[in-house]
C-alpha cells in the first residue's frame, strides 16, 4: 500500500528554488565581502607583488611592512583615540536623547505633538552641506571652533534615533508605563529601567548606525578642527596617505591606512548584528 504524496505548504518555496536562493545569497556576499578582502591581502603584499600583472591574489610572503609605514607617517595612536572619543560620545548622547524624545513622542500627549514631529523627521531631508555653515557659525559663536567639543556637540541629537526611538516604544504596552506610575516610578525610571530594556534591539542598532557614521566623517570634523591635527580623527589622518598613491608601489601602504580605518566599526557591527538582524526582524512583525 503506498502513502500519499506529501504535498508543500503554501507560500513554500520547492527545493530548487531554496538553492537557487541560497547559491544568490552567497554570490551577493561575495560580492559585498570582496572589496575588504582584497583590502586586507593588499595591505600584505610586498611593493613587487603590489605592481604585478596580473595582479596576485594572494601574497606569497605576507608581512606587516606598510603598517609600520603608516605608524611613522601619521600618528594612529592619537588619531584613534580622536576618532573613539567622537563617535562614542556622540552615540552616547544620540542614545539618550533619542531615547527620551522619543519616549516623549510616543507616550505623552500634548499640544502640536504631531507637528513637532513631523518638523523633526523633516529635517533628516535637509543635506549635511545645507546645515555645514550655519553650524559653524553656531560652533564659533560659543567658542567651540578647533576642538573635539565642536565636533561632538551638535550631534548629540539625531532626527533618525528619535524617530527609530518613537516607533519601537509606541509598541511598549500603556498599562505597563502607567503601573510603573502607580507604584511611583519617575519618568527618568520608567525611560531608563522598564522602556530602554524593551527597545534594546533598537537601541542596539541604533548605537551601530551613529557610531559608524561618526567614525567615518570627514567633512564637519575637517571643517571645525581647522587644521589642528593633533585632534584630527583616524579618518582625515589616513588623508596624507593619499599622496603616496601615486603608483603601484604604494597600494599596499594605503590599503593597510584603511584597514586600520576599518577595524573598529567591524568588531562594533560583528557584536551587535543580533541585535541589528532581530530590530529588522521584529519591525517586520509589528509593521512599525
Do not use: C
Amino acid at each position: 500500500m503506498s502513502l500519499p504524496a506529501t504535498t508543500p505548504a503554501p507560500g513554500a518555496a520547492s527545493p530548487a528554488w531554496r538553492g537557487i536562493l541560497y547559491l544568490l545569497m552567497i554570490a551577493i556576499a561575495v560580492v559585498s565581502a570582496f572589496p575588504l578582502v582584497w583590502m586586507v591581502l593588499s595591505s600584505l603584499k610586498t611593493p613587487a607583488e603590489a605592481m604585478q600583472t596580473p595582479p596576485v591574489w594572494i601574497p606569497g610572503t605576507p608581512n606587516l611592512d606598510a603598517y609600520s609605514k603608516v605608524s611613522e607617517l601619521i600618528s594612529v595612536g592619537r588619531s584613534f583615540a580622536n576618532s573613539a572619543l567622537i563617535a562614542g560620545i556622540t552615540t552616547a548622547g544620540i542614545l539618550v536623547t533619542s531615547l527620551m524624545a522619543g519616549y516623549a513622542f510616543a507616550k505623552y500627549r500634548f499640544r502640536y505633538r504631531e507637528v513637532l514631529f513631523a518638523i523633526t523627521i523633516a529635517t533628516m531631508f535637509l543635506p549635511p552641506i545645507v546645515t555645514l555653515i550655519p553650524l559653524y557659525r553656531l560652533v564659533g559663536s560659543i567658542g567651540l571652533n578647533a576642538s573635539l567639543a565642536g565636533v561632538i556637540v551638535p550631534n548629540l541629537a539625531n532626527a533618525f534615533g528619535i524617530f527609530l526611538m518613537r516607533q519601537f516604544i509606541a509598541g511598549v504596552p500603556d498599562e505597563l508605563v502607567e503601573a510603573a506610575r502607580l507604584d511611583g516610578a519617575s519618568e527618568f525610571r520608567i525611560v531608563f529601567t522598564i522602556v530602554a530594556p524593551a527597545v534594546a534591539p533598537a537601541l542596539a542598532a541604533l548605537a551601530l548606525f551613529a557610531f559608524v557614521y561618526h567614525w567615518n566623517s570627514y567633512l564637519w570634523p575637517l571643517t571645525v578642527l581647522q587644521g589642528n591635527s593633533s585632534q584630527y580623527p583616524i579618518v582625515i589622518s589616513l588623508s596624507r596617505l593619499l599622496s603616496y598613491n601615486r603608483s603601484a608601489v604604494n597600494t599596499g601602504l594605503v590599503m593597510a591606512g584603511a584597514t586600520l580605518a576599518v577595524l573598529p566599526p567591524l568588531i562594533l557591527f560583528v557584536f551587535l548584528q543580533r541585535f541589528f538582524v532581530r530590530t529588522i526582524t521584529s519591525s517586520g512583525m509589528t509593521g512599525q
